[in-house]
């Protein structure tokens, strides 16, 4: 398979940036946790518990971001983990990390509740 320079190059530096931005969240998140703490003058903490969810949410993300990285240097990117087939440019801009094509995923959300080995 030819190593496509431009891709790797574009699609690297895209998954890098999304990883700044979330960690850049994940701190300010942090923080705003510590600020609840410390200015404890009678304002409830009441977006803590939002705050977990989407502390979990962007870690879910942060893993997916790296996974997509390790696809990328393993040659596997873009390639759906199920059938092997290519996944089509316009779904890994729509969303960059799918590990499965589009007939693939459909399979797949239709066997919710019983899960598949995925290699
Ligand atoms: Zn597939």
Same mark, same amino acid.
């Given at each position: 398979m030819a190593h496509q320079t431009a891709f790797y190059d574009s699609t690297r530096a895209m998954l890098e940036r999304e990883r700044t931005v979330i960690m850049a969240r994940m701190q300010s998140l942090e923080q705003n946790s510590i600020e609840f703490e410390l200015d404890s003058d009678g304002v409830p903490p009441s977006g803590l518990e939002r705050e977990g969810a989407i502390g979990a949410m962007l870690q879910s993300r942060l893993a997916d971001i790296d996974n997509a990285i390790a696809? =990328?240097?393993?040659?596997?990117?873009?390639?759906?983990?199920?059938?092997?087939?290519?996944?089509?440019?316009?779904? =890994?801009?729509? =969303?960059?990390?799918?590990?499965?094509?589009?007939?693939?995923?459909?399979?797949?959300?239709?066997?919710?509740?019983?899960?598949?080995?995925?290699?």
């Amino acid at each position: 398979m030819a190593h496509q320079t431009a891709f790797y190059d574009s699609t690297r530096a895209m998954l890098e940036r999304e990883r700044t931005v979330i960690m850049a969240r994940m701190q300010s998140l942090e923080q705003n946790s510590i600020e609840f703490e410390l200015d404890s003058d009678g304002v409830p903490p009441s977006g803590l518990e939002r705050e977990g969810a989407i502390g979990a949410m962007l870690q879910s993300r942060l893993a997916d971001i790296d996974n997509a990285i390790a696809r =990328l240097d393993d040659g596997t990117y873009g390639v759906c983990t199920t059938c092997a087939e290519p996944i089509p440019p316009r779904r =890994l801009e729509a =969303l960059p990390f799918a590990t499965l094509c589009v007939p693939c995923q459909s399979q797949a959300e239709k066997r919710v509740g019983r899960r598949v080995a995925v290699r």
